[in-house]
């Protein structure tokens, strides 16, 4: 038994984080971890970055993304090695030896739903800190129905 001089209405509760997927948008960003893991059937690995918002309204959430950098599959190899390029690219490094390098580095990052799963979100483009990425062009209007005169 563990004696505890504790009187729980002394203390004042506050709101539980929230452990849901960040909403779709852009962040400004760091990993704060990273880490290689085996995958589930155990044939590849994976690098698992832990990311930390750094400002707004979801500051010091935390966003996971898995890179199947050593996979069978050759397209997830792919996808993962265009998204730690562009990660690379967005901290302005070219060689990574040891992803310790990419910690503590301030980057924008661009997440959307995931195509397979709607539900989740996962990080879609980096771009450096002091870069705000192109918006979209904005859609063209609907032509005016034609009244049959040159003027409209």
Not at 133 to 146: G, M, Q, V
Request: proline share 9%.
């Amino acid at each position: 038994m563990a004696l505890l001089d504790f009187t729980a209405s002394a203390i004042q509760l506050t709101d539980r984080p929230t452990y849901e997927d960040l909403p779709a948008g852009q962040y400004e960003m760091m990993i704060i971890r990273s880490t290689t893991k085996a995958t589930r059937n155990g044939d590849g690995e994976y690098l698992e970055l832990e990311m930390q918002v750094l400002n707004g309204p979801h500051t010091n959430r935390r966003h996971w993304e898995r890179l199947n950098l050593n996979n069978q599959n050759p397209i997830a190899v792919r996808i993962a090695e265009e998204a730690l390029a562009r990660l690379c690219r967005a901290l302005d490094l070219d060689v990574v030896t040891d992803s310790e390098q990419l910690h503590d580095k301030p980057f924008l990052a661009v997440v959307k739903p995931d195509k397979k799963e709607p539900a989740r979100t996962r990080v879609v483009d980096y771009f450096a800190a002091d870069d705000k990425p192109d918006p979209k062009p904005a859609a063209k209007p609907a032509p005016k129905a034609s009244t049959g005169k040159p003027w409209g």
